[in-house]
């Protein structure tokens, strides 16, 4: 069981560039979400998606897009690579497991710098 | 989601129990307190939840108080891989969304 999986690792771009980082989950969950973590902060929420075909905004969206066309995938854009986007971004799933609380599942991150 | 309030840094000595305090005064009935844990910039890990009830599992202990304003997570024995950055998080069901809204934390430092 893989659980989440980020890819790539490590990602260097030039400024204006795009590119899409992947996320894959295997454990059928319905929620998943992309937060961003820059140095010495705590993770903040870029997108997220309650399940194929919805998505919507969390906390800093400006700058990033994301689709959900399947239950596993959840991409997300850049389309136009800016110095401020250097970041690590984690990929997270979890199932709505109701009222007694739902564990995320975070991915290992993905390493991002905009030069 | 209530906000939630944590010391920035606390060190403990090994084998000694580690205790990290979190306020989350304004949290509401339906809100469950959920611990989660980042060692050097791996992916966030899930310890504990509660919302209510004290509760333990073989990573820690959480103990929330009676008003629900606070809760304390407790390692009773730690060790120098529990050297981490540990998140309390306020997060209601609202059955649409699933976002949790992390802090800064407090960076734990397990001492030799």
């Known amino acids: 069981n893989a659980g989440v999986t980020q890819t790539p690792k490590f990602q260097v771009l030039k400024t204006g560039q795009s590119m899409t980082l992947q996320c894959a989950q295997d454990?059928?969950?319905?929620?998943m979400s992309w937060y961003r973590q820059d140095p010495g902060m705590g993770l903040r929420l870029i997108h997220y998606?309650?399940?194929?075909?919805?998505?919507d905004q969390g906390e800093v969206p400006n700058g990033y897009n994301v689709s959900r066309s399947t239950t596993e995938d959840f991409p997300l854009r850049l389309l136009s690579a800016a110095p401020s986007q250097t970041s690590v971004y984690f990929c997270?799933?979890?199932?709505?497991?109701?009222?007694?609380?739902?564990?995320?599942?975070f991915g290992e991150g993905s390493w991002l710098t905009v030069v | 989601d209530a906000k939630t309030t944590q010391p920035p840094s606390m060190d403990c000595a090994e084998g000694r129990a580690a205790n990290l305090p979190c306020n989350h005064s304004?949290?509401?009935?339906?809100?469950?307190v959920y611990w989660y844990r980042q060692i050097h910039s791996q992916g966030p890990q899930y310890i504990i939840h509660?919302?209510?009830n004290n509760e333990t599992n073989e990573m820690a202990s959480l103990i929330i108080t009676e008003d629900r304003k606070s809760s304390t997570l407790i390692l009773p024995h730690a060790t120098l891989r529990d050297t981490a950055v540990y998140y309390c998080?306020?997060?209601?069901?609202?059955?649409?969304?699933?976002?949790?809204?992390f802090g800064t934390g407090t960076s734990l430092t397990v001492i030799p």
């Open positions: 454990m059928n969950h319905e929620y």
């Open positions: 998606s309650v399940g194929a075909g919805i998505t």
């Open positions: 998080i306020v997060r209601g069901y609202r059955g649409t969304g699933n976002q949790f809204y």
């Open positions: 509660g919302l209510k």
């Open positions: 304004t949290i509401s009935g339906n809100e469950y």
């Open positions: 997270a799933s979890s199932q709505p497991t109701g009222p007694s609380g739902n564990t995320i599942y």
